[in-house]
């Protein structure tokens, strides 16, 4: 019994988390009604930083040590500031269903420039792919890639 009530509770988190996560595209596309897309950026990390600093201090989380400073600060600034700053900014010129979409087709396109630039194999770009079709594809398709994969003549 307590495994069916945790069951239900890991899907209710990930419907939570998807739902909320979905949603974060809409609010940025209303807050940038009401301000410009830097300043909607730092308030967001800011809002979010305080969020973190009290969770952290409830869960008594060592801190970065020497250089970990530089390294998180120069990968926060790159990896998050930079790209959410970018994505404001072009939310402000396409709808929000383009903007997540390209945003989250991300690891495809870095399959595809990491194969031509870094000459890296394409298992991960194949494997992403292969999830996409398991996934997305409409049933009827989803039963044909099945088929063929195995084989199968209809």
Do not use: C, D
Not at 8 to 35: A, D, E, N, P, R
Not at 70 to 80: A, K, S
Request: proline share 3%; net charge positive; glycine share 6%.
């Amino acid at each position: 019994m307590k495994e069916m009530s945790s069951k239900y509770l890991y899907i209710f988190l990930l419907v939570t988390v998807i739902l909320l996560w979905s949603y974060g595209w809409v609010l940025t596309k209303i807050g940038l009604s009401y301000m410009g897309p830097f300043t909607f950026a730092a308030l967001r990390f800011l809002l979010a930083s305080i969020a973190m600093i009290v969770v952290l201090s409830f869960l008594k989380a060592s801190r970065p040590k020497g250089k970990e400073w530089i390294i998180l600060f120069i990968m926060g600034l790159l990896q998050t500031t930079a790209m959410f700053l970018l994505i404001n900014y072009g939310m402000m010129f396409v709808n929000v269903s383009k903007s997540s979409i390209l945003i989250y087709s991300m690891p495809i396109w870095s399959g595809i420039l990491g194969y031509i630039f870094l000459h890296e194999s394409l298992g991960a770009l194949l494997v992403t792919i292969g999830v996409y079709l398991a996934t997305v594809a409409k049933p009827k398709e989803r039963h044909k890639i099945e088929r063929s994969s195995i084989n199968i003549k209809s």
